[in-house]
Nanobody, 123 residues
Framework: QVQLVESGGGLVQPGGSLNLSCAAS???????????MGWYRQAPGKQRELVAQ???????NYADSAKGRFTISRDVAKDTWYLQMNSLKPEDTAIYYC??????????????WGQGTQVTVSS
């Protein structure tokens, strides 16, 4: 199984920035490849939605709400990815979840989720 540990959430004023990180590790064995590294968010009373994704090849995909403000990046060697969020707005307030998609490893495969980290944008 794969464990995802997120960090970097918190309280920030509108217009501020946060940098989230997600580190993947195997409970036993090792990870061969994470094909898609992503960030999702879920605001109270709303469905979980995609924020950004980056593939192992470096292709990125952003939600319209994230374009121009958020940047996803990754360190393949460390199985870690990041979400740099700038110009934050109150409507960005949500629990942010990292997702490891199409993972292959020693005796495991599939998609995995982190536990979530709270981002609150408020003055």
């Amino acid at each position: 199984q794969v464990q995802l540990v997120e960090s970097g959430g918190g309280l920030v004023q509108p217009g501020g920035s946060l940098n989230l990180s997600c580190a993947a590790s195997a409970a036993s064995g090792r990870i061969f490849l994470i094909s898609i590294m992503g960030w999702y968010r879920q605001a109270p009373g709303k469905q979980r939605e995609l924020v950004a994704q980056i593939t192992s090849g470096g292709s990125t995909n952003y939600a319209d709400s994230a374009k121009g403000r958020f940047t996803i990046s990754r360190d393949v060697a460390k199985d870690t990815w990041y979400l740099q969020m700038n110009s934050l707005k109150p409507e960005d307030t949500a629990i942010y979840y990292c997702n490891a998609g199409q993972v292959s490893g020693t005796a495991f495969s599939g998609d995995y989720w982190g536990q979530g980290t709270q981002v609150t944008v408020s003055s």
